[in-house]
């Protein structure tokens, strides 16, 4: 055993023992930013609806917004992980390096499910990119179980990906055209790269190279996805968002006020409101003259690219769900008081 070997085994059981045991509190971190910001960085706010707040609602926007996360997780581990396994299997130690605990010890219906889960809820530009992960992750699984079966390796190395390619190409041709066209070059390279690239990284890279290039891609990737991860949930509502209408109590009688906000609970004797401005307003329920709920107004896409009609910013799961019409929206949503209408004159 190389010299440091017993004294770097347990360092780097320890620090993977601290990593697992901080992952489950970034959910955490993410709900209390959530909650921060939405306070709009008041103190006194953010504990009211610390205490109001649903924590099964904002787990289930949380689940919601970030689904994609796991597979993506699961494949670029499970890929760098064998890509260092097949390219230096004597740095390949699953005591001493999460990639290749990743390798050793997800079975392979993990990586199956993920990949399935992925292209139900990522959006159509990146099912390329599942392509060539899962490609990827096939081919060099396949190096390391059949070293000596060439065939099955000409198979799943070479006329997979590249069968994968001519069909991809064959479906997506138009919308590559279509985004050079319209100008998005983005959109083009997400769905023209990855299927070329999935016939690229089958086999391993040079023994001294695997680690620099497994190890950084993986931190890399370690810095960035938490970045992405959080921009995308401080965007996602977790407070319904209502229009109510404040008068005088009954009978008395004097203008109409509307209140558009996200309400954060109702009780015996109060409606609490977190208004647009963020002010919290609390309404006794006798001057509540009427409520409604705004339903969120449906995303602008950013691109025009369609696949045979299939909108590249669209998953699959949104894509044959069935889609609810849009009603117009109340009027009260946007701060206008409706005037009630009187008794229908007699027939």
Same mark, same amino acid.
């Given at each position: 055993?190389?010299?440091?070997?017993?004294?770097?085994? !347990?360092?780097?059981?320890?620090?993977?023992?601290?990593?697992?045991?901080?992952? !489950?509190?970034?959910?955490?971190?993410?709900?209390?930013?959530?909650?921060?910001?939405?306070?709009?960085?008041?103190?006194?706010?953010?504990?009211?609806?610390?205490?109001?707040?649903?924590?099964?609602?904002?787990?289930?926007?949380?689940?919601?917004?970030?689904?994609?996360?796991?597979?993506?997780?699961?494949?670029?581990?499970?890929?760098?992980?064998?890509?260092?396994?097949?390219?230096?299997?004597?740095?390949?130690?699953?005591?001493?390096?999460?990639?290749?605990?990743?390798?050793?010890?997800?079975?392979?219906?993990?990586?199956?499910?993920?990949?399935?889960?992925?292209?139900?809820?990522?959006?159509?530009?990146?099912?390329?990119?599942?392509?060539?992960?899962?490609?990827?992750?096939?081919?060099?699984?396949?190096?390391?179980?059949?070293?000596?079966?060439?065939?099955?390796?000409?198979?799943?190395?070479?006329?997979? /990906?590249?069968?994968? =390619?001519?069909?991809?190409?064959?479906?997506?041709?138009?919308?590559?055209?279509?985004?050079?066209?319209?100008?998005?070059?983005?959109?083009?390279?997400?769905?023209?790269? !990855?299927?070329?690239?999935?016939?690229?990284?089958?086999?391993?890279?040079?023994?001294?190279?695997?680690?620099?290039?497994?190890?950084?891609?993986?931190?890399?990737?370690?810095?960035?996805?938490?970045?992405?991860?959080?921009?995308?949930?401080?965007?996602?509502?977790?407070?319904?968002? =209502? =229009?109510?209408?404040?008068?005088?109590?009954?009978?008395?009688?004097?203008?109409?006020?509307?209140?558009?906000?996200?309400?954060?609970?109702?009780?015996?004797?109060?409606?609490?409101?977190?208004?647009?401005?963020?002010?919290?307003?609390?309404?006794?329920?006798?001057?509540?003259?009427?409520?409604?709920?705004?339903?969120?107004?449906?995303?602008?896409?950013?691109?025009?690219?369609?696949?045979?009609?299939?909108?590249?910013?669209?998953?699959?799961?949104?894509?044959?769900?069935?889609?609810?019409?849009?009603?117009? /929206?109340?009027?009260?949503?946007?701060?206008?008081?409706?005037?009630?209408?009187?008794?229908?004159?007699?027939?």
């Amino acid at each position: 055993m190389a010299a440091g070997g017993p004294e770097r085994r !347990p360092r780097a059981r320890t620090a993977q023992q601290w990593l697992l045991t901080l992952l !489950p509190a970034f959910p955490v971190l993410l709900l209390v930013l959530r909650l921060w910001q939405l306070s709009r960085q008041d103190m006194s706010t953010m504990l009211l609806l610390v205490q109001y707040v649903s924590p099964l609602g904002m787990l289930s926007a949380l689940l919601i917004a970030l689904v994609w996360a796991f597979p993506f997780g699961v494949l670029v581990l499970g890929v760098l992980g064998w890509l260092l396994r097949v390219s230096a299997p004597d740095r390949f130690d699953p005591e001493r390096s999460l990639l290749a605990s990743a390798a050793a010890r997800t079975p392979g219906w993990v990586f199956g499910a993920a990949t399935a889960l992925a292209a139900l809820t990522w959006q159509l530009r990146f099912l390329p990119a599942l392509l060539m992960l899962a490609l990827w992750l096939a081919g060099l699984r396949a190096r390391y179980r059949w070293p000596g079966r060439p065939d099955r390796l000409l198979a799943v190395g070479v006329a997979v /990906p590249v069968l994968a =390619a001519v069909l991809a190409y064959g479906w997506l041709g138009p919308a590559i055209v279509s985004a050079v066209r319209l100008g998005e070059l983005v959109t083009a390279v997400l769905l023209a790269l !990855p299927p070329a690239g999935a016939v690229v990284l089958t086999g391993p890279v040079p023994r001294r190279a695997a680690p620099a290039v497994t190890h950084g891609t993986a931190y890399a990737v370690a810095v960035i996805a938490p970045l992405v991860m959080g921009t995308v949930f401080l965007r996602v509502s977790v407070l319904p968002t =209502a =229009a109510v209408e404040v008068g005088p109590a009954p009978p008395a009688t004097g203008p109409v006020e509307v209140v558009v906000g996200q309400v954060v609970t109702v009780t015996d004797r109060m409606t609490i409101v977190l208004d647009q401005r963020g002010s919290v307003r609390f309404v006794p329920n006798e001057e509540v003259r009427g409520q409604v709920l705004c339903p969120e107004t449906a995303r602008i896409p950013t691109s025009a690219v369609r696949a045979h009609g299939w909108p590249v910013e669209e998953s699959a799961l949104n894509w044959v769900m069935p889609h609810r019409p849009l009603a117009p /929206p109340d009027p009260r949503c946007s701060g206008r008081v409706v005037p009630a209408r009187g008794p229908e004159a007699p027939r």
